[in-house]
């Protein structure tokens, strides 16, 4: 909505853009970063999805349309917005305790003690690039401010990562400022978190953790790197919690997952980055929203027959109102992501099956019966207009054909679009058979690689490093 009227705006129309009052603060900060301060805004008191059409018809006429009169027809205040410090600019000297109470204060610490980021530990990280300090990979909404080299490498320090990590950090902002990954939407109330998948020889090299304890903290560049994508999300970006950043309960910050690739060629499956189009064994982060998660636990079978129909299960029963990307808000654009424990992986491959088989298996299987389905659409949420049923949808070519097989409400139809929908990583415990569903948020972060350019004598600078 504020999208649109600020380029109503600048055609010199004004405009009025009626606001929920849980989110009147979301839209003002959201409106200095689309470059228009005075937007105005028209509260609708309350939240619409729980009140009656008589409360909302109240509530409209008290203070809605006394608000939209004065929106389209009274002077606009002029507004002064605050100033960004420069990117060398020192903002402060003090001891450690008070460079983190002035951090806090100013609100650049996710309430976590920060590492100083003093020009000298900054120089540290941009020797682990080749890239000029000020290039700009993108402008990042809300704030509209610009991702650079620079201040990758100053919330990398904040973060307490080392300044080797910093090719990787670079990649990770690379697919955040990428308009296929939607950025602009990580303030939105589900509260997704973001997962990054890191592939490729840089894992080993880094002393990442892609066994017990795959998805804790505990290992710094995991645990560090996790950490500075929130810290990037909060002081370039602009979410901030209480203002744009609306995730009604939220979540902390994910851990780097890294896969086992030592597994994978040993069963002949690809990487989750070789699946996004990346070249074989290529150092890569592959970035992506989910809304949540949970443990398979003990998964049971010597073959792929025993243990997939437990994985197909979880798939379903964790997903619920994300089928909207299915069908609907973003038809094609649900990738859930199964995390298999080695042996489990390896259990399913002896069995001869590809990952390819298995995203087909998961297709064929994973389904839930249509009237489920459209209750999640429209009948317990208001996420999609209207109560068309998935067999006038399909019959209309908003729907694939696999969900327009009949009118029984009770048939089964799948959770995805397609096969390859599914993600499929290996990491975790060797020899434990837990594996992992995550939940996925559909174009609100959409799976976005970016392959990781390492500097020239990358060998030698990490040699000196350690």
């Known amino acids: 909505m504020l999208r649109a009227s600020a380029v109503a705006e600048l055609a ?43 409360e909302l018809r109240a509530n409209v006429l008290a203070v809605t349309v006394d608000d939209v009169i004065r929106c389209l027809t009274a ?30 204060e100013n609100r650049w610490s996710d309430g976590l003690p920060i590492v100083p ?20 990979l993108g402008k990042l909404l809300p704030d509209n401010r610009e991702a650079t080299i620079w201040n990758i ?4 320090v904040m973060a307490g990562c080392r300044p080797e990590y910093m090719p990787v950090l670079v990649a990770a902002v690379e697919a955040m400022a990428d308009p296929v990954y939607g950025v602009e939407h990580s303030g939105n109330t589900p509260g997704s978190e ?19 304890g795959a998805l804790r903290d505990g290992f710094q560049p995991n645990t560090t790197i996790g950490r500075f994508w929130r810290l990037y999300l909060r002081n370039v970006a602009g979410f901030l919690l209480h203002h744009n950043d609306k995730g009604t309960f939220g979540g902390t910050w994910r851990v780097v997952l890294a896969e086992n690739e030592e597994v994978l060629r040993r069963i002949g499956w690809p990487t989750v980055a070789g699946d996004m189009g990346a ?22 079978g010597d073959t792929a027959e025993k243990c997939l129909p437990y994985l197909a299960d979880a798939l379903v029963s964790h997903t619920t109102w994300e089928v909207i990307f299915t069908v609907g808000m973003s038809t094609g654009m649900y990738r859930p992501m199964l995390i298999l424990s080695p042996v489990i992986a390896e259990t399913i491959a002896k069995s001869g099956m590809s990952k390819a088989d298995v995203q087909r298996w998961l297709f064929e299987n994973a389904r839930m019966p249509a009237q489920r389905f459209e209750r999640y659409m429209s009948g317990w949420t208001n996420l999609i207009p209207g109560k068309r049923s998935l067999l006038e949808l399909a019959r209309l070519g908003k729907a694939p054909r696999a969900f327009g097989a009949s009118g029984d409400p009770q048939r089964l139809v799948p959770i995805v679009g397609k096969p390859e929908d599914f ?39 990490l040699a000196r490093a350690s």
């Open 12 to 54: 010199g129309v004004p405009t009025a853009s009626l606001c929920c009052e849980g989110f009147v603060g979301q839209a003002r900060s959201t409106s200095e970063g689309l470059g228009f301060p005075n937007l105005q805004v028209a509260r609708v008191p309350g939240h619409v999805d729980v009140q009656s059409a008589e």
């Open 75 to 104: 002077p606009v205040a002029a507004v002064t917005l605050g100033r960004d410090p420069g990117p060398r600019e020192i903002v402060f000297s003090g001891s450690f305790e008070d460079v983190n109470r002035f951090f806090l």
């Open 117 to 136: 980021p003093t020009p000298e530990k900054i120089a540290e990280f941009l020797a682990f690039t080749d890239r000029d300090p000020d290039e700009v």
């Open 153 to 156: 490498a100053v919330n990398g």
């Open 194 to 212: 973001t997962l990054i998948v890191l592939n490729g020889p840089i894992a080993r090299e880094l002393g990442f953790n892609y066994e017990q």
């Open 279 to 300: 070249p074989e064994r290529a150092n890569a982060v592959t970035v992506s929203r989910f809304t949540g998660s949970n443990v398979v636990a003990s998964v049971f």
């Open 423 to 461: 993600m499929i990583a290996v990491s975790g415990d060797p020899l434990r058979s837990n594996c992992y569903v995550l939940v996925h948020n559909g174009i609100l972060g959409y799976p976005t690689m970016k392959q990781v350019m390492l500097p020239a004598a990358w060998q030698d600078k």
